[in-house]
């Protein structure tokens, strides 16, 4: 009796600890931050103009939040920055996401270009983005789309992938092979994205179009996982590196106040005169993100000062031409 008492005991601690390590899809997206940002780059395709795939940037930045039915979701927007254009930025879409309560991704609002949740298309109830199946090889799953009259397929290839790129290499990586159908059968669109944990996508590779084949690559990355921010210290003011840095000619900064305070974000040269003022008011307790935009300004190197309260801190960063 005493044997299957300790056997039974043991099963538990085993399932408890199992349990507890668990992984989720949330850790394979992108983590839920505001001020977390991701920076691709793709060499565009062969051949790429006229009608190929041109080279571009492409920056993914959790910049804020909105409530959506009493819920809070979280803020991504993607923005493409054209080699040949550099002073022109291009937001191409804007996704409210959420994390449910067993780790699925959740969207609830879509825009192709505004981050104003009053113009959104909203989805409601909320559907599965990113969902826990996608951590098994060969689950697939395909929905309907009426607004663009097209289906949708997700199929998970492997979870064991080796990915290489200018960020970093990642071990372990969801394969995740995403096509669009149309109501005739015809493959519209097929792209392979790569997960990593606790990064989100690190590659994306499209096929088809085959006018648009290309791949997108990370290169830099500044996260803060959901466990990272219970552990800070969410009692202190503090801010955040711009990103990215260097930049050309817009550039986001984070911030986070404990407490209501007037504030004030500006911006000066390398030889103190001030050239910007971002912020200057009272504001509510939260994290922030605030871009500048540097265009009129020569290359070179400014500084970005914060003062709330008694706190203030200066950080550096640089416009690069």
């Not at 931050?33 to 991701?38: H, I, L, Q, T």
């Not at 006229?50 to 920056?59: D, E, F, Q």
């Not at 505004?114 to 909203?122: G, L, P, R």
Request: hydrophobic share 35%.
């Amino acid at each position: 009796m005493k044997s299957f008492l300790l056997s039974l005991i043991l099963f538990f601690l085993i399932v408890g600890t199992n349990n507890s390590f668990a992984q989720t899809a949330a850790e394979y997206y992108f983590p839920l931050n505001v001020g977390n940002n991701w920076n691709y780059y793709t060499p565009g395709s062969p051949g790429s103009q006229p009608n190929g795939w041109a080279p571009r940037t492409v920056l993914e930045t959790i910049d804020g939040t909105d409530l959506i039915a009493g819920q809070q979701f979280y803020r991504i927007k993607g923005v493409e920055i054209l080699d040949q254009n550099p002073w022109d930025t291009i937001t191409y879409h804007v996704l409210w996401v959420r994390k449910d309560f067993s780790g699925n991704i959740l969207v609830g609002a879509f825009s192709p270009n505004s981050t104003n949740i009053d113009s959104a298309i909203i989805i409601n109830p909320p559907i599965p983005l990113f969902q826990n199946e996608f951590l098994n090889a060969g689950y697939s799953r395909e929905f309907f789309f009426p607004i663009s009259n097209r289906y949708h397929q997700d199929s998970v290839i492997s979870t064991t992938e080796t990915v290489i790129v200018p960020a970093g290499t990642f071990t372990n990586c969801l394969k995740i092979r995403e096509r669009d159908i149309d109501t005739n059968g015809v493959v519209t669109l097929l792209e392979y994205v790569f997960y990593a944990h606790n990064i989100g996508e690190v590659m994306r590779i499209r096929e088809i179009p085959v006018s648009q084949v290309h791949t997108n690559s990370l290169i830099q990355y500044s996260v803060v996982t959901s466990v990272e921010a219970r552990e800070s210290d969410s009692s202190k003011f503090s801010l955040c590196q711009n990103y990215p840095n260097p930049f050309n000619p817009a550039t986001t900064i984070s911030f986070t106040l404990p407490s209501r305070s007037f504030v004030s974000l500006k911006v000066s040269d390398g030889l103190g005169r001030e050239v910007a003022t971002i912020v200057s008011g009272e504001m509510s307790a939260g994290s922030y993100s605030k871009q500048w935009d540097a265009s009129g300004l020569p290359s070179g190197v400014y500084f970005y000062r914060l003062q709330a309260g008694s706190f203030t801190e200066t950080k550096k960063l640089i416009l690069l031409r």
